[in-house]
């Protein structure tokens, strides 16, 4: 059963219980599509209102973009519980014997770089769901750009809480040339992303307190 057909009640008390997924990763996944679908609302209702016609075409592409960014997250959801488990079992593999303990060094350093890749694929979509967010920020109706600003809190959320999967993901990988591009794509992202989200969440409050 895929953690999206839960009810909110059931996602969320199983992420509370002692069971292993989902986890930290799952909940940034679906806090990000959250927040893009926070977004996207804001995009839908400011297509077809005649203040916001001569940007409209450009709203309907990034609601196109939104619902794909949307699509990845909640499909990352799944991913990160499916990659998680077989980890968590292999750190409980014997080590008694040279052959044991090079067959679980050589399972943690493979399941370690698959499990990494997925909170870097939740920060990639987090990091594009901001841009978009912030360019809705931009032209989206004033009626309803305080859930853009909703939008982006998210989304800004999902990015550094995925950084801590990735963080905790590469603790187990010897491959140093592995380790230091996923660090440095995981730093840029992480910069780059907060920042502009920052800058939007700013845009948005200056823009509803004049």
């Known amino acids: ?20 997924v989902p986890g930290g990763g799952g909940a940034a996944a679906l806090g990000g599509a959250v927040g893009m679908a926070l977004t996207n609302m804001v995009g839908n209702l400011t297509v077809g209102k005649k203040k916001y016609a001569d940007v409209e075409d450009e709203v309907k592409q990034l609601l196109e973009q939104g619902y794909k960014v949307i699509a990845d997250l909640e499909i990352l959801v799944d991913k990160d519980a499916e990659v998680f488990e077989p980890l968590s079992k292999a750190y409980g593999l014997p080590k008694d014997t040279p052959e044991q303990a090079k067959y679980r060094e050589e399972t943690l350093e493979n399941l370690g770089k698959v499990a990494c890749s997925v909170p870097m694929g939740i920060m990639r979509a ?71 989200a920052d800058d939007t969440l700013k845009l948005v409050t200056d823009k509803l307190t004049k």
Do not use: H
Request: charged share 25%; net charge negative.
């Open 1 to 20: 059963m895929s953690m999206l057909d839960k009810s909110c009640k059931e996602f969320i008390e199983v992420l509370a219980s002692k069971a292993p």
């Open 126 to 196: 987090s990091y594009d769901g901001i841009k978009l967010t912030a360019r809705m920020a931009e032209i989206g109706s004033m009626l309803v750009l305080s859930d853009a600003a909703c939008g982006v809190v998210f989304l800004k959320a999902a990015l550094i809480a995925a950084s801590m999967n990735v963080i905790i993901n590469i603790n187990s990988i010897q491959d140093q040339e592995y380790v230091k591009q996923t660090k440095e794509e995981m730093d840029r992202l992480l910069a780059e992303g907060t920042k502009l």
